[in-house]
């Protein structure tokens, strides 16, 4: 996040003025183009859990968990919130407790009548990006970001600043992930209409032009990897279903996706993954409308690698 702070700074001074390792990791273990599968590298992903503690009536999404597992980020539409879609946070005790009441984030983060959704922390957590209709835009919908310098208080979050032109534009922006290495190269993938594009961050800490990520054409919702090199997303147009893709390395091109089957039993759409991982512990977090009817609960699965 060095590189980022030199931008980030600047932007969010324009009001006052106006009134690891460097080596880029490498994958292994490819799969063939276009094949299913349900358990990709390692072991197979756990029969997926509704995260009921968190779930109301309303619709629960986007799913982001913090680095140390005890945070839980989304975004709903339920009662007690400040516009039409709000940031929510639950948080538990321990990795085998339960969650706790899910609490809005507040003012600062969330604006009355308008959108805030699809949370994304960065690896190092002083960062939160979310998409937002707000006044203050580049268009229809922007990405936006919060920093913080307490990483465990969930509510030390500042006044969130505009990414700018180099990824927002007229139309509409949502759903980011982002990525940085120890080495830096920070990127952020992000949905722009009906397909997936990434930012760069250059040497002037500015977020460059951003470009549609072509292997990935027609998927949204990019949730990648700590590693880098693994990315998460959902096809709009086939019941929403969960892809994956990886790539050799940084600068190497994605491979076709392919679909995770069965991943949810009961379900009958899933989207809007986060993948986090933790040593050995990989988690996948999915947005799913049950096939008995809702707007959206969250679900949970994990793996070893």
């Known amino acids: 996040m060095r590189a980022l702070l030199p931008a980030l700074a600047l932007l969010a001074a324009l009001p006052l003025l106006l009134g690891c390792d460097a080596d880029a990791p490498t994958a292994a273990d490819a799969f063939a183009p276009g094949e299913a599968t349900s358990s990709l590298t390692g072991s197979e992903w756990s029969e997926p859990v509704n995260v009921a503690e968190v779930n109301t009536e309303a619709a629960e999404q986007r799913p982001a968990l913090s680095k140390n ?4 980020y989304f975004h709903s539409n ?7 879609n709000d940031l929510w946070v639950a948080r538990r005790d321990c990795l085998d407790c339960p969650w706790q009441t899910p609490v809005n984030l ?10 805030e959704a699809a ?32 990483v465990h208080d969930d509510f030390a979050w500042g006044p969130p600043v505009n990414l700018g032109p180099g990824v927002n534009s007229a139309g509409g922006e949502s759903q980011a992930s982002y990525f940085e290495n120890d080495g830096g190269r920070p990127q952020l993938f992000f949905s722009r209409g009906q397909n997936i594009f990434m930012s760069e961050v250059r040497p002037d800490g500015t977020w460059g032009t951003a470009t549609q990520v072509q292997e990935l054409a027609g998927f949204l919702g990019p949730s990648i990897h700590p590693n880098g090199l693994e990315i998460y997303m959902f096809e709009l147009f086939k019941d929403h279903r969960i892809w994956y893709s990886r790539r050799e390395s940084l600068d190497a091109p994605w491979s076709a996706p392919i679909e995770l089957v069965d991943l949810t039993p009961g379900v009958a759409s899933v989207f809007q993954p986060y993948i986090h991982a933790h040593g050995h512990t990989e988690t996948l977090y999915v947005c799913g409308v049950p096939t008995k009817g809702g707007v959206g609960d969250i679900y949970v699965t994990t793996r070893r690698r």
């Open 119 to 150: 949370p994304a922390l960065s690896r190092d957590q002083h960062w939160l990006f979310f998409g937002s209709n707000r006044p203050g835009g580049q268009g229809a919908g922007d990405i936006w970001v919060t920093y913080r310098d307490r």
């Open 106 to 115: 507040g003012s600062v983060i969330n604006t009355a009548g308008f959108n």
């Open 78 to 84: 339920r009662e007690g919130g400040f516009g039409r």
């Open 69 to 72: 597992g005890l945070s839980l």
